[in-house]
């Protein structure tokens, strides 16, 4: 219990970050407990903020999700159950809307406008997960490469079924629902499938049992990570190499 509640409390670092909002959140759950005219939102927002924090942090719960619910490498997604977004807007709009003069809300808005800016973090920094879409449908540029370029290689039917990395699958899914996928994320439905996923998912993996399990399912296509050693042995398999996408590379099965 002991060591859940440690993960617990670190997870709230990883939440947080770098960002001051949740000392904006704790401002604003802090002025609605104190003003008297907001009795009635006591309940709806600090009310639940507290039972949110009282299971989040109780070693019993929080061992329950952790292993029963959503697992403990993304117990942090705990807090997305939190309407920050809410208690914000309310307490600044409430502050607001008790400034008597035009000038006293304009300096207002400003403030509380700068507070949030300034207490948040842009999520395109060059450092982080997030880059801006290229294109209008916000997906990754080598994805919708890759399937024109499988396209442009089709064979006579024009039926097209690869087997691609895990994390190209959903977005293959959404840019061309008409290129059949060897199996969907995490790999599940039948054994088969599974083998396979795991496989892809190896640092050193078996070309020749993909290969096998990719020809059983139909897969004309594969797509795997760039590497100059797991190229030679990807083509050594019967596999023509279409072209590179980014780190990607496309191959057609030839045999």
Request: with cysteine.
């Amino acid at each position: 219990m002991v060591e859940t509640l440690k993960s617990a409390v670190k997870m709230v670092g990883w939440y947080i970050g770098e960002s001051w909002q949740p000392a904006l959140l704790l401002l604003a759950l802090l002025y609605i407990l104190l003003s008297k005219e907001e009795k009635d939102k006591r309940r709806l927002f600090a009310a639940y903020t507290g039972i949110f924090a009282a299971l989040y942090f109780c070693p019993v719960t929080a061992k329950i999700i952790m292993d029963y619910c959503i697992g403990e490498l993304v117990y942090w997604r705990m807090f997305w159950l939190l309407p920050i977004p809410m208690i914000l807007a309310y307490a600044a709009t409430r502050i607001w809307n008790r400034q008597k003069s035009r000038a006293l809300r304009v300096g207002t808005l400003a403030v509380l406008a700068a507070l949030v800016v300034l207490s948040g973090r842009c999520v395109y920094g060059s450092d982080g997960p997030f880059q801006k879409a290229g294109n209008i449908l916000k997906l990754p540029p080598e994805v919708c490469w890759a399937c024109d370029m499988m396209r442009e290689n089709a064979p006579e039917d024009g039926e097209i079924r690869v087997t691609a990395p895990e994390e190209l699958v959903s977005f293959i899914r959404q840019y061309a629902p008409d290129i059949k996928l060897a199996y969907g994320r995490r790999g599940n439905t039948s054994r088969k499938k599974k083998r396979l996923a795991e496989e892809m998912l190896k640092e050193s993996p078996d070309f020749r049992k993909i290969a096998r399990i990719s020809r059983k399912l139909d897969c004309n296509f594969l797509i795997y990570p760039a590497d100059e050693w797991q190229d030679e042995n990807i083509q050594a398999l019967d596999y023509e190499r279409v072209g590179n996408v980014n780190t990607y590379i496309v191959y057609r099965d030839v045999r």
